[in-house]
């Protein structure tokens, strides 16, 4: 299958100190790649160097064969780009369905209802008033409306109760068979590897391991030591900050 986003040897600095070093990264159409790493491994960074959040150092990040890392973040997205950050930031003083519209104009509401039938009876409430887990559906509806070729999704499980992730975790897989590229960072290390199909560790910044979800899952001690950092069990949550 063609690489949908394909990193080679991207670097990234924050501070004057080098975050991403040297990643190497396939994302294909129509699968999910999940991403791993302890607290401060780099995870998020890459993500925003992906989507333009931050300056990449070097190396070369291709859209459909279309270098993309000179590009601004709008661009990227109108190329077919989607980032799900962190914080499930909606415009508290719209409507859900406003909100919908007002990030993707041509897009439709009931296309998001598709997704998530949980929005309709929340059609014309304020967003800010929706529950944690109905602010994620609706920030990742948004995300979904406007088409994209690629999404990045940043610990969409944050804050959310186990019974909400578990909801979300297929939706996720939905998309992937859809036809879209996935890349999912998640803090559940088997929740995500039980959707996904190619899984990548970052540690310190660098790929430790590339290769199938479920060789990465048959791997208990690789998953402890480089993903969360001396924790015995690999379904512990750890911290996100990258």
Do not use: W
């Not at 990234?12 to 302890?38: K, N, Q, S």
């Amino acid at each position: 299958m063609s690489a949908e986003l394909e990193l080679s040897e991207v670097c990234v600095t924050r501070g004057g100190f080098e975050v991403v070093t040297d990643v190497d990264m396939v994302v294909p159409l129509g699968e999910i790649t999940v991403l791993l790493g302890a607290n401060g491994a780099g995870k998020t960074t890459l993500l925003e160097a992906i989507s333009g959040v931050v300056d990449t150092k070097s190396g070369q990040i291709a859209l459909d064969g279309l270098p993309i890392e000179s590009m601004r973040r709008n661009a990227r997205a109108r190329r077919g780009l989607a980032h799900v950050e962190q914080g499930r930031a909606v415009f508290a003083d719209l409507t859900t369905e406003e909100n919908i519209l007002a990030a993707a104009p041509s897009g439709s509401f009931e296309r998001a209802l598709e997704l998530f039938p949980a929005l309709e009876p929340r059609r014309d409430v304020r967003a800010g008033l929706l529950s944690g887990g109905e602010q994620q559906m609706l920030v990742l509806a948004r995300a979904i409306v406007s088409d994209p070729k690629v999404l990045l999704l940043d610990e969409i499980s944050l804050g959310l109760a186990p019974s909400i992730i578990q909801d979300l975790m297929p939706v996720i897989r939905r998309l992937g068979d859809s036809g879209i590229a996935v890349l999912l960072v998640e803090q559940f290390a088997a929740l995500a590897l039980a959707i996904g199909d190619s899984a990548y560790v970052l540690s310190r910044g660098s790929v430790v391991f590339n290769g199938t979800c479920k060789e990465l899952g048959d791997q208990p001690k690789l998953l402890q030591g480089a993903y969360l950092a001396g924790s015995t069990d690999a379904t512990d949550r750890t911290s996100t900050n990258d």
